[in-house]
């Protein structure tokens, strides 16, 4: 019943996107003008909200608003028809110089596919007649070649054709200008209307939802503006200084085209480079052309973006690829120039409305899972290798214990859930213990955090090693670690005694291998003053409960340390099924384990009737479960 609600639930989607995505190719010519209103009004609300706060009225800032940006807009489009009238005329005087420099380029080229030629030639000329393919026959010569000429356009044709499409784009354009102007001044309205249809039940959650993406768009508009037009200047005064014709233009072209990501800038280098090339006898206005390309390119990447963006704009690079391709299929060249902002908008809502949110995971850049999640998927797939980089990286910003706590153990623990369910393959969940053992061998082969001592773990295996940290001037307390049932609990007891060898403690780690009985009897003849039980999920309060019974049985003033990993649920009934009994401890981290341990040492070093009292209270003050006698 869920796998056939689930395949309808995704029949439903697709047809949801089938529909939108044929809604949005039919209406281009409306939702293209619209689309752009929409963007250019999140553009200018920053500044008529400026005005407002400095006096203002409503329709006066939005007046001037408007009056200054499309005026601006106007003028670089009108500089730009300009600059295209003057270069037309001069394309021929450039070509002479164009073809000399192509010819001297593609010099080498054109000797070697010359000498391709000929020994293609000559091959051919040595098969036999009935290998030689026989040429076609025309009429009874050679085919005679065949070409279309288009027809004349008459001059009412062309009068029309070319009043239609002026029409088409005066038209267009002022429709933009209206709805920009309409949405600056009724925006509150607009978004009191949005919120009541989304947000029915929640007005608060989707006001704070909306006000932070108009803001985040807004915000990621106007910086795109600032970068592109910023890129563009530069440009159009390097060609200003190099000699390039039209600097303007290719200024301006520049602005437009960074728009497209990744290869806009590129397509507009190439038409001033190829300039350069023409109008030049040498080589050093071309280069001079792609330095200055390269040059602005790097800066505008690794220095204006970062410093307005932030450390980047939260979207992934191969979503921003496949949306513009999208894009462009859809609405041509207005959508490949709209695919960046139109992501960015996507992924703002993604991130903010509950029924979007597969859009911030197609769109963004971060990762999907959480660290543990990603370590086990690699673990999961047989990919070893990428697991250890995964915990190599992590180990780079936390301590190693954080690293256990945060990584290891969860995957360990995920492993033995869904193993113990049925989910999980035998010879897998085999695979996964093994890595994570040579892992966790590994990591105890590293320096130690502290400078002053050093980590001995058996590279083999964990039974029977044992090892001290750097001698200090007390004695170290002897720990025992003993798993609770099977290896998934060793391996989390290997890796708490990494942590206590490195607060000085002289640490066993007790092996499974020859029995819970032979086990018992080790941990009976070392005596050490502290063991500690090492258990995790799924069963980790069950099994370590009998493990402690019959410790207690064989060492009744033992103290026990139970660690049950990664529990997320509260000690306190984890404490009432374990047993009420005195120096017994609870802990659900190894940072936890870390500081209990710690008190407990201290503890030890103090008179026999004062110890009780002050490892209850510094029990108490960490958040640690102590289990006492009631």
């Known amino acids: 019943m869920q796998s056939t609600d689930q395949l309808n639930k995704s029949v439903w989607m697709l047809a949801s996107i089938a529909v939108v995505v044929a809604a949005l190719y039919l209406a281009k010519d409306v939702l293209i003008p619209l689309t752009l209103a929409v963007l250019l009004s999140f553009l200018l609300s920053p500044a008529c909200d400026w005005l407002e706060r400095h006096g203002l009225g ?72 009935s290998e030689q393919s026989e040429e076609p026959n025309g009429t009874g010569e050679r085919p005679f070649s065949v070409r279309v000429l288009p027809s004349t356009t008459s001059p009412a044709q062309l009068v029309a054709g070319s009043f239609g499409s002026l029409v088409q784009v005066l038209g267009s354009t002022g429709i933009v200008i209206v709805l920009v102007v309409f949405f600056l001044i009724r925006r509150e309205d607009l978004r009191d209307r949005f919120i009541r249809l989304v947000g029915t039940g929640q007005v608060t959650v989707t006001t704070q939802m909306l006000e932070d993406a108009a803001t985040r768009v807004s915000r990621y508009l106007s910086m795109l503006f600032i970068v592109n037009a910023t890129f563009g200047i530069s440009v159009g005064i390097g060609l200003s200084l190099i000699g390039i014709p039209n600097a303007v233009l290719w200024g301006i072209l520049a602005a437009i085209l960074r728009f497209i990501p990744y290869i806009g800038p590129w397509i507009a280098a190439a038409m001033p480079i190829g300039l350069s090339m023409a109008i030049s006898t040498t080589w050093f206005a071309p280069i001079l052309t792609v330095g200055l390309f390269v040059g602005l390119e790097l800066l505008s990447n690794n220095v204006m973006e970062p410093w307005l963006y932030g450390k980047n704009t939260g979207m992934s690079a191969v979503a921003i690829l496949v949306a513009a391709i999208f894009w462009a299929w859809l609405w041509g060249v207005a959508g490949l120039l709209l695919s960046t902002p139109l992501t960015v908008c996507l992924l703002v809502i993604g991130m903010h409305v509950p029924q979007l949110s597969f859009l911030k995971t197609m769109l963004g850049n971060e990762p999907v899972f959480e660290f543990k999640k990603r370590v086990y998927q690699r673990l999961l797939a047989g990919d070893q290798e990428e697991a250890a980089e995964l915990i190599d990286e992590f180990l780079q910003l936390k301590p190693l214990v954080e690293v256990y706590d945060s990584v290891l153990v969860p995957a360990l623990v995920m492993a033995e859930t869904h193993w113990h369910r049925g989910e999980l393959a035998e010879d897998r969940h085999r695979f996964i213990l093994q890595s994570l053992k040579e892992v966790i061998e590994d990591l105890g082969q590293r320096p130690s955090e502290s400078p002053a001592q050093t980590v001995a773990v058996n590279a083999t295996e964990f039974p029977g090693t044992s090892a001290s940290a750097e001698p200090t001037n007390a004695t170290p307390v002897c720990v025992v670690c003993v798993p609770a049932r099977d290896e998934g609990d060793e391996l989390a007891a290997a890796m708490l005694a990494q942590v206590l060898q490195m607060n000085g403690c002289d640490v066993q780690a007790v092996s499974l291998k020859n029995g819970l009985d032979e086990m018992i009897d080790l941990v009976v003849l070392r005596r050490p003053p502290i063991v500690c039980v090492s258990a995790i999920p799924p069963a980790a309060v069950t099994h370590s409960r009998y493990l402690c019974a019959r410790l207690r049985a064989r060492m009744p003033n033992v103290i026990l340390v139970v660690g049950l990993w990664d529990m997320t649920t509260d000690l306190t009934g984890a404490k009432k099924r374990i047993g009420s009994v005195p120096n017994t401890h609870l802990a659900a981290t190894l940072v936890d384990a870390q500081k209990l341990f710690r008190q407990l040492v201290a503890t030890l070093a103090l008179p026999l009737q004062s110890r009780t009292s002050t490892a209850g209270h510094q029990a108490e003050s960490t958040g640690i479960v102590q289990i006492t006698a009631p």
Do not use: C
């Open 58 to 129: 409503r329709i006066p800032a939005v007046a001037v608003t408007a009056l200054i940006g499309f005026t601006v807009l106007g003028a670089v489009i009108w500089t730009a028809a300009v600059q295209i009238a003057d270069l037309a005329p001069k394309m021929p005087e450039y070509q002479k110089n164009l073809q000399a420099k192509l010819h001297s380029t593609n010099a080498f080229v054109s000797a070697a596919l010359h000498q391709v030629s000929v020994v293609a030639e000559n091959f051919g000329q040595t098969l036999s007649p």
